[in-house]
């Protein structure tokens, strides 16, 4: 029996261990087929970064393929540069579209030859209200039609193959019997792109056929990827055209046709190998200072660059080069990322600061133009053709002799001669720009500003600026509040928002330092360093050399309008809310609660760049008036609530007093709870008047040439922050101690305490 039992165990562990090695094999060459061999490998090691578009099939193969890697959710060409940057270790999306993408020149990156699980299905979404009977029938009957005489196969390896996007011509029905509204992203290359404003693509040539062979006229209407399908889904459109994956999620949600293609999933990892510009030859002094604090100028290139070549260094945002050179000489940052041509010009200005000469990255500047309009591509082309006729005389080699050079006397812009006779060309720049776009005299020069001026004297526009800050260039152009803006870094980001002129200039991107790490010798020789020299350089800088003054002037002329009108107008927006809810009306209540909610719950530059580039985009509204407006809103919340508090102050025995002398509802409230209810929220009111004036300070973002604005721009022509900051500084000071003095004097002048006998009872019967 003991022999027997042994056996069994025996026999038992013998199958165990068996089923052991079956199950381990099986297992391994299971995780082999679905993680992949040799360059897949590394995709499951713990903490890898994979990249996936939310929402896409990728990002369920991954979630399933590897359990151990981290998941980061981007957008396919944020993709391509987080990954280049060192933000993730690997982008897993279409494969032939990031092949295409490091074709047309996507640098720092390769796609890998293996690929990950099955290919894709790609088909065609239906809406779920169709205009045409049948449809989803109709269209397969389509794709089999065209499949089997060979043009789907030949649609395909023009576009995805050979890259061939000349688009055939297809004949539409005269007659349309129907109309097919086609749900299209117009960013995918190349199913479904743009090309010179014009949609194109596979899915777009294969909807027009469709159209063609149904005898329907065909209507391609753009949606992001997080909308199109709930657009199908809605009934919004008809077709979902735009390499659409099938997925058992989405087929839970929409009908999807016969397939037309399948897509392989591809992996791009970072290029070890690729090379930045100014590698080759270089000392490279400038890596020297990864570690150290770098600055920037908030949403320029040079975040990018200072990611990407400084990793190790703490990177410091700053809103101008004017900003940054203050930084720097203060200590507060050890150098920062400049273009060469702006720096050659901060040298000549401030000697305490050069740079080191090798570049960090080569660069192109281009105008950017709004895209997917036609009007503005073909301003584009107008400007295109002008930049190249420029080229080729030698206008452009002479402008960049005069603004890159050092002889002040040829700086200077003359735009007396714009006739205008073929409209006026609006224009987006930056007035601390140094040499492309500054203010001398008190008018607008610069290398961009001498460029744009002679080619609307040449075409015949005449020509109006707006001044913004950097961050507000775009924005000015896609709300279609300017027609272009200056010089701007090409990069693939701003691609995907805007349209680019062919270069303007060719530069690069160096790194700022105190001269006196680069040279033995002190760069200020021969200055005036006394505290007296000091103070004395810095004031003629900023007030009388080319008249500067006159703009701290403009300035705060702007600043009182801005500030006055908003006092008035809000002052009386807050009253009449008040009157409106004075007597308990429920539905005035609620209405004005609503209102002060808004209004007091949004940052004042939020409410203003709402007002500007959302609410008055398409408006012909100037800037300074939305400012008045905006702030109008914000002070008549605040003076509701004074008043609602001042008159709740005022005890309710006043009114029934009133009421008994003879007074009426509206003699009482201004003759006597108004008066007795001023002096408790006078204090408040003088006090919401001066936050009022200092908040009117963030106006330049939308392009107001207040007071705190024209500081910067002389910033950007001293590069000293003193004088400027600290003149500014006192202006506002002086204007709110003479806004208060004036409240004050209003104050006075209605005091009851004040007020004679025979004026308080005006109006009132009485007995003698």
Partial sequence: MKKYFETIISASLIFIMLLS????????????????????????????????????????????????????????????????????????????????????????????????????????????????????????????????????????????????????????????????????????????????????????????????????DVEFQIYTWDSIVAAAQSGKVDIISSNLQKTKEREETIEFSDNLYEAENGVMVRDSGAMSAGDEDSSVHWQDYDGMRIGVITGTLMEDIAKEKFPNSEHLYFNSYPDLCTALLSKKVDAFLADEPNLKTIHFEQPEIDYIKDRIESNAYSFAFRKDDP???????????????????????????????????????DMSDLGGENGTIRVVTTSTDMPWSYVKDGKNVGYDIDLVTRFCRDRGYALELTDVDFSGRIPAVESGKCDFSTDMNVTPER??????????????????????????????????????????????????????????????????????????????????????????????????????????????????????????????????????????????????????????????????????????????????????????????????????LKATAIVGYIAVQDLTKMGDIVRGRTYDAFFPLISVAVIYFVLGGLLTFAVNSIEISINPKRRKREDILKGVRTDD
């Fill in 21 to 216: 090695i079956v199950l381990s094999f099986t297992a391994t060459a299971a995780e082999n087929d679905v993680q992949g061999t040799g360059e897949l490998a590394f995709l499951n090691d713990p903490g890898c970064r994979i990249g996936v578009s939310p929402g896409s099939i990728q990002e369920m193969l991954v979630n399933e393929s590897y359990p151990n890697a981290q998941i980061v959710y981007i957008e396919k060409y944020q993709g391509y540069i987080a990954l280049e940057q060192g933000k993730l270790d690997a982008y897993v999306y279409d494969k032939l579209q990031m092949e295409l993408a490091v074709a047309n020149g996507q640098s720092g990156v390769r796609v890998l030859d293996e690929t990950i699980g099955t290919p894709m299905s790609i088909a065609l979404g239906m809406g779920s209200d169709p205009s045409v009977p049948d449809l989803k029938d109709q269209v397969n009957s389509f794709i089999r039609d065209i499949r089997a005489d060979g043009t789907l196969d030949d649609m395909y390896n023009r576009w995805a193959v050979k890259g061939d996007y000349t688009m055939p011509d297809i004949l539409q029905p005269d007659n349309a019997k129907y109309h097919l509204k086609i749900g299209t992203t117009g960013d995918v290359e190349p199913y479904s792109f743009y090309d010179h404003n014009t949609i194109t693509g596979y899915d777009i040539e294969l909807m027009n056929r469709f159209g063609a062979w149904l005898g329907a």
């Fill in 375 to 413: 009007k503005e591509a073909k301003l584009c082309d107008e400007f295109n053709d002008f930049l190249e006729k420029i080229k080729e005389d030698g206008t452009l080699g002479e402008i960049e002799d005069i603004w890159l050079g050092i002889d002040e006397d040829k700086q200077t812009v």
């Fill in 495 to 692: 691609e995907e928002q805007v349209l680019f002129s062919e270069p303007t200039y060719n530069g690069g991107v160096v790194l700022a330092v105190l001269t006196k790490d680069l040279e033995a010798v002190p760069a200020n020789k021969g200055q005036d360093l006394s505290l007296w020299g000091s103070i004395r350089s810095g004031f003629e800088k900023t007030f009388i050399r080319e008249n500067r003054y006159m703009l701290f002037l403009s300035g705060m002329w702007t600043t009182v309008l801005i500030t006055v009108l908003s006092v008035l107008f809000g002052t009386a927006l807050g009253f009449l809310v008040y009157m409106g809810c004075r007597n308990e009306n429920a539905a005035a209540n609620a209405i004005a609660g609503l209102f002060v909610w808004l209004v007091q719950g949004m940052p004042a530059v939020v409410l203003l760049m709402i007002l500007y580039y959302v609410i008055f985009a398409h408006a012909a509204v100037s800037g300074t008036a939305v400012s008045v407006i905006a702030f109008t809103l914000v002070f008549g919340a605040g003076v509701f609530g004074m008043l609602k508090s001042g008159v709740g102050a005022v005890d309710t025995g006043q009114t029934e007093a009133a009421y008994a002398l003879g007074y009426g509802n509206i003699h009482t409230f201004f003759r006597i709870i108004l008066p007795q209810a001023v002096p408790h929220f006078l204090p408040a009111y003088k006090g919401e008047i001066v936050a009022l």
